[in-house]
């Protein structure tokens, strides 16, 4: 949580209260883990989305360590494919930091070449 204050403090602007229920639900209480998570409208089966998904964790991310990222592999089990990778780079590194073009970003390239290839 100390890793979110910093981040928080940091961001200005931050909506507060959809930072508090994703904290609430999917950091506190676990939902990813458990398989779904609480949206306005109900609740949503991560094992009921049939979406192809890529997984990308952060080498030096602290507010979603790897192990973490790579359990979606685990929770998404109504999905075509599940794909895990990781990448150098922090939280917000990971998709903003001097090396997720090369990494990141072209994890996320090969994924969407993947998957529109497959629907085409």
Known sequence: MESIDR????????????FRQVCTQLILGNALAAGSFQTRNGAIALADLAVPVLAIGGTEDVIAPIPSVRAATDVFTGSPSVRFE???????????????????????DGFLDGVVAHTA
Do not use: N
């Not at 981040?7 to 959809?18: L, Q, V």
């Open 86 to 108: 990781s990448a150098p780079g922090s939280h917000l590194g990971l998709v903003a930091g001097p090396k997720a073009r090369d990494s990141t970003w072209a994890h996320i």
């Open 7 to 18: 981040f928080m403090a940091d961001m200005p602007g931050y909506p507060a209260r959809f």
